[in-house]
Every structure is written in C-alpha cells, then in structure tokens.
C-alpha cells in the first residue's frame, strides 16, 4: 500500500463526513508525515516463506524474532515531528516527552521500546522513562511506525496462508487488530494499523478473548444508522471492535482511514462501557483516556 493514497483517502472520508474535519485535524497531519517520509537505509525482511511458517507455527510473530528490525535514523524524523505536534495538543504532557527525548538522544530508548508485546503497546519503557500515559505512548507508536514496519515487511506478506495463523493479533507485528472487515465473499479480515498487516480470522470468535460463545458477542449499531458500519463487542472481555461490511459498502476505504474516520461508533461503544486497545480517534481530539494502550 502507498501511504501516499491513504492522505486521498483520509480527504475523500472528511468530504463524506465533514463534521469531523476540525476534531480529526492531527491524524490529517500523521499522515502528511507518513507520505513525507523515505527510508534511511532500511531493507525488508528477507525470510523465505519456510522461515516465516515456522514462526506462525509456534504462534510467535515475526517481529518478535527478526532481527534488528528498525533503525534509529528510519524512526527519528516520524518520531520527532509526532512528538512536537502532540506537544503543541497537550501542553500538560511536555514534559514527559522532553524526557522522552532525551532518553532517546541518549540512546536510552530506540525503536524497539514501542514495538508490541503480548497484551500491550510498547514495552513499558517509554512510560518508565518518560512518564507519559500508556494511551500517549499507543499514539506515538501507532503514529509513528508504519511506514518502516510497511518497508520492512513487504516481502514477508506474500508468504501468509489461509490456514497457519489463527490468533486474535498481527502475525506480522503482534499488535491487536484495529479493524474488522467483512469482505465479498462473506469472510472476515482484520486489520493491523501498526504495520498495515492483516490476517483471516473467524467471524463467530472475539479476537480478544477468543471466546466463541454466541452470547458474548453483541452487536452495537448507533441510531443514525450507517450502512455496513456495526461495532462487535464482547462481553466476556469488554473489548470491542469496529467492522465494515464490505458487502454493503463497496467503496469504502482502507481498514486505517475507515477506523479513523468513524469516531462516532467509538463513542457508542464506549458508552456502553467496551474498550480497545488501539487509541480511539476520539483520544486525542477529546483529551480523554478512552484507550489504556493495553488490552
Ligand atoms: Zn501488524
Ligand atoms: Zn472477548
């Protein structure tokens, strides 16, 4: 995917629901960042099919064995640029990312610090060292480490089958997915917006909790309905999800933009008391917690 048709995208969902263009302004500006940016000296991962199977095999994702994956200099300029404009959002959390950025000059902290491991955003590091909210740490991640995750595992993609992976995160990154999509033929995608992965997963099951009881999966729809627009929930575990029913809406956007672009089914799902473990749109622009960076 070129990250440069995603800031298309992102103007073409804006222009089909122009209310949110002010609230949404900062992810408008992450992906003017992303399609700036070019690589340093970062090449992607050159395991063959057979090396990336016998790690699915084992339930590991790829990142958390491939070697040395991201450079300092690949995250520097997306790091620095998502840190100043999150500045200039949140005067109360400078501070912190003065630490931050010191910690990082120093060498203290790199690139792996925000990488997913099980059941969080990052390693802990940033916010031990910074001080900065786990959901502030989420945001700089998820703002920050695409577009060398999507370099890095460009060959990698081709090499995922229909059956090796069966988990509720990214086989590539281990982030949890960020999006749900129903695609034509009826089978369900879901989508990583770490690394722009995405994976099969089974439409009866929470990919959170794996729960396959029919009971604990409900169905959200706001009033004002949206055609193919729907929030599944889970009862068990409290977390939810966003799904677009591609079925019903063919021209609907990449999984990253529609996520991003539909605020009002996060307030939904939050009111009725589910959370996500990838930052809500409506973090930032409400100032709120809405996300814990956890899950
Ligand atoms: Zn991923
Ligand atoms: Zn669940």
Not at 130 to 154: D, I, K, N
């Amino acid at each position: 995917m070129a990250l440069g048709t995603l800031r298309a995208e992102w103007e073409d969902l804006l222009e089909r629901r122009p209310a949110f263009r002010t609230t949404l302004t900062v992810y408008g500006d992450v992906l003017d960042h992303w399609a700036r940016w070019s690589p340093a000296r970062l090449a992607p991962l050159a395991w063959s099919a057979q090396e990336c199977r016998q790690r699915w095999e084992r339930s590991v994702p790829l990142l958390r064995e491939a070697p040395s994956a991201i450079a300092v200099d690949d995250l520097e300029d997306l790091l620095g640029g998502l840190m100043e404009r999150l500045a200039e959002l949140r005067e109360d959390v400078a501070a912190a990312l003065q630490r931050l950025a010191e910690a990082w000059d120093r060498g203290a902290l790199g690139p792996e610090a925000l990488f997913p491991t099980p059941g969080r955003i990052g390693s802990g590091a940033v916010e031990a060292t910074s001080g900065l909210a786990p959901e502030l740490v989420a945001f700089l991640a998820y703002g920050s480490l695409r577009p060398p995750l999507e370099v890095y595992f460009a060959s990698a993609r081709a090499h995922l089958s229909e059956h090796v992976w069966n988990l509720g995160v990214c086989p590539f990154c281990g982030g949890p997915p960020g999006f749900s999509d129903v695609l034509e033929d009826g089978r369900r995608r879901l989508a990583c917006h770490l690394c722009g992965g995405g994976w099969p997963y089974s439409r009866m099951k929470c990919p959170f909790c794996g729960t396959e009881q029919s009971q604990d999966l409900v169905r959200l729809e706001p009033e004002d309905q949206d055609k193919g627009y729907v929030v599944i929930a889970c009862r068990r575990c409290h977390t939810y999800v966003k799904e677009l029913d591609r079925r019903v809406r063919w021209n609907g956007q990449s999984a990253l933009i529609e996520d991003w672009g539909s605020p009002h089914f996060d307030l939904v799902a939050q009111r009725a008391g589910y959370r996500r473990p990838v930052p809500a749109p409506i973090t930032l622009a409400t100032g709120g917690q809405s996300a814990s960076g956890m899950w």
